[in-house]
Nanobody, 122 residues
Framework: QLVESGGRSVQAGASLRLSCAAS????????LGWFRQAQGEERMFVAA????????FYADSVKGRFTISGDDAKATVYLQMDDLEPEDTAVYYC?????????????????WGQGTAVAVSS
């Protein structure tokens, strides 16, 4: 079970840190990915981390602005979002990768959280 938090309304240029708290043991929630879905659009890959301190991968649209990291002691994965843009407005979800395939493919993930909403105004 995953629970996202940290989303809220901010102005462009602001920073937010989203949290994805897992009820599973730390060894069971990697690889973990963040996805987002804007209103009326399909869910899109944002970032993924393979293990604590392991490789991180980002969508081109957030590369250099977002950072994904994990804290095994808290069984939590974070998504630090800096220099937010109105285009980042969406509901953000985290999920665990449970089947083979591309890290960017949401179909290979399960245990989706309920999402946390981020709204960025210009």
């Amino acid at each position: 079970q995953l629970v996202e938090s940290g989303g809220r309304s901010v102005q462009a240029g602001a920073s937010l840190r989203l949290s994805c708290a897992a009820s599973e043991r730390a060894s069971n929630f990697y690889p973990l990915g963040w996805f987002r879905q804007a209103q009326g659009e399909e869910r899109m890959f944002v970032a993924a981390i393979t293990t604590r301190g392991g490789d991180a991968f980002y969508a081109d649209s957030v590369k250099g602005r977002f950072t994904i990291s994990g804290d095994d002691a808290k069984a939590t994965v974070y998504l630090q979002m800096d220099d937010l843009e109105p285009e980042d407005t969406a509901v953000y979800y985290c999920a665990i990768k449970t089947s083979s395939g591309a890290l960017t493919d949401g179909q290979t993930y399960s245990n989706w959280g309920q999402g946390t909403a981020v709204a960025v105004s210009s």
